[in-house]
């Protein structure tokens, strides 16, 4: 017999079509030598769409400091402003909507970029208590929220991954898929 994993919201998701991030326009050595410092600048990391993220660092001189993204191909805007403490450490939580780089910025000086990559975020629901010969419906959105995607419903069946239906999300992300449960 087969079964759906989690309730079926076990689904095999469209992949997030997001790019890695532009370059910050400094050099390295002459961001370095400015004094502004990111925690880990010059790495990749992936963190899931909506995620919480803690970007910190160091500025020598102490003051404002202002934590800047700049999405893949445009250029560096402003999104969170912070002082940092009497020893210079500065710290910033964002949630990861898109795709680039960030950096800090005190002054003139700026620090080395540090590069995310947004991946998508998949929820959904099925339909519960449904009898044999019955359809099973399932319903959810994709984000960030983009249409055309292709979404897969997948059910596990002898050690094995099937998938029994596709759907295309639509405005917002959102997807329907059906499963005829035998």
């Known amino acids: 017999m087969a079964t759906l994993a989690a309730g079926l919201t076990a689904f095999a998701a469209a992949y997030a079509a997001s790019s890695a991030a532009s370059t910050a ?3 390295p050595t002459d961001q370095a030598a400015a004094g502004v410092t990111i925690s880990g600048a010059g790495v990749v990391h992936k963190v899931r769409y909506g995620q919480c993220m803690t970007l910190s660092g160091s500025v ?11 999405p893949a191909g445009r250029g560096w805007r402003a999104v969170a402003t912070t002082r940092s403490n009497a020893g210079g450490s500065y710290t910033f939580s964002v949630r990861a ?29 099925a339909s ?24 897969r419903l997948q059910l596990r069946y002898r050690r094995r991954w099937k ?18 449960r035998r």
């Open 163 to 180: 998938t029994v239906d596709r759907a295309r999300t639509g405005g917002g992300g959102r997807f329907r898929a059906a499963w005829w």
């Open 60 to 70: 020598a001189g102490g003051g404002e400091v202002r934590l800047e993204h700049a």
């Open 128 to 151: 519960r208590h449904v009898k044999v010969g019955r359809r099973v419906g399932v319903y959810g959105a994709l984000r960030p929220g983009q249409g055309g995607r292709t979404v």
């Open 97 to 125: 909507s898109e795709s680039g780089a960030y950096r800090a910025v005190a002054g003139a000086r700026a620090s080395t970029s540090h590069h995310v990559r947004v991946v998508a975020k998949l929820s959904g629901r």
């Open 25 to 27: 326009s400094a050099t």
